[in-house]
């Protein structure tokens, strides 16, 4: 069964693609989620209502993001692919190339598949990380990684 | 269909007092506004839909509302942040808790309660 999202946005979400794993909240999104943070809103708007690492640039780039994650020990890598003991996370965006607008942020399972929170709505595990892939969230531009 | 929804709303409460008439505006813009994120993370981009920009666009008169929706959502709350922000010029929000929304919401009901805007 699926979850309440707008099925019509991530159209590659299916029963067969992804398990829904928690309920719908507004308290943490995709970046937080990613990060392992379930207490804030992670975004580098420029009104300072969600939260962004110190010293990070407050600007919605990938660059930006790929230094919020930086702060958390990882580096950029060259694909999703899984290795073992080693974390990814791969950032999703959409626009011309070289000029992605970040939307979305997935954490790689140490089963190789990924899990990802909805915007407002549900946290999921997807069997591949293009399964978000889509209108609203573009598709992965880069993954990073740490050890586990 | 949100214009349609509120010419309709306007005809059904032109007898009514308009706080009325305000508030069942600010509830359409709000499920509109819901219905026009849909799945996005993105603060701004939230900010940005016409809904949300529309409830800005209703001044002071919204402040009473998104304090009243905050109160309902409980531990859930949305990101009605920035609509006050827009509004009033304030931001009574800790450095600390930037991001934290049940802490954003409860500075933010806290300052509604000094500055009597409780609905």
Redesign the interface.
């Known amino acids: 069964m699926l979850g309440s999202?707008?099925q019509h946005?991530?159209p590659h979400l299916t029963p067969a693609t992804c398990e829904v794993t928690s309920k719908a909240?507004?308290?943490y999104?995709?970046?937080?989620w990613a990060a392992k943070d379930v207490?804030?809103?992670?975004?580098p708007?420029?009104?300072?209502?969600?939260?962004?690492p110190p010293g990070v640039p407050r600007a919605?780039t990938i660059g930006a993001f790929i230094q919020a994650y930086e702060t958390l020990g990882y580096k950029l890598c060259f694909d999703g692919s899984l290795e073992a003991g080693i974390e990814k996370v791969a950032i999703f965006g959409i626009g011309p190339q070289g000029l992605e607008i970040p939307?979305?942020a997935a954490l790689q399972l140490e089963s190789g598949e990924w899990t990802s929170?909805?915007?407002?709505?549900e946290d999921i595990s997807h069997k591949t990380v293009d399964a978000v892939n889509g209108p609203?969230?573009g598709k992965p531009i880069c993954y990073m990684a740490r050890p586990r | 269909m949100v214009i349609h929804q509120l010419q309709e709303t306007r005809k059904a409460v032109f007898l009514v007092d308009s706080a009325k008439a305000d508030w069942l505006k600010f509830r359409i813009l709000v499920e509109k506004w819901r219905t026009e994120r849909g799945a996005r993370s993105s603060i701004t981009e939230a900010m940005a839909m016409p809904a949300y920009l529309a409830i800005i666009g209703m001044g002071e008169r919204a402040i009473p509302f998104l304090i009243a929706q905050l109160r309902s959502e409980g531990d859930e709350p949305d990101q009605w942040f920035g609509a006050l922000m827009a509004i009033t010029g304030e931001n009574p929000t800790k450095p600390e808790d930037q991001g934290n929304f049940q802490k954003m919401a409860e500075a933010w009901i806290k300052w509604a309660e000094r500055e009597v805007y409780a609905w």
């Open positions: 999202w707008p946005e991530l909240s507004s308290r999104n995709c970046i937080a207490i804030k809103n992670w975004w708007d420029p009104f300072g209502i969600g939260y962004w919605v939307t979305h929170k909805l915007g407002p709505f609203v969230y």
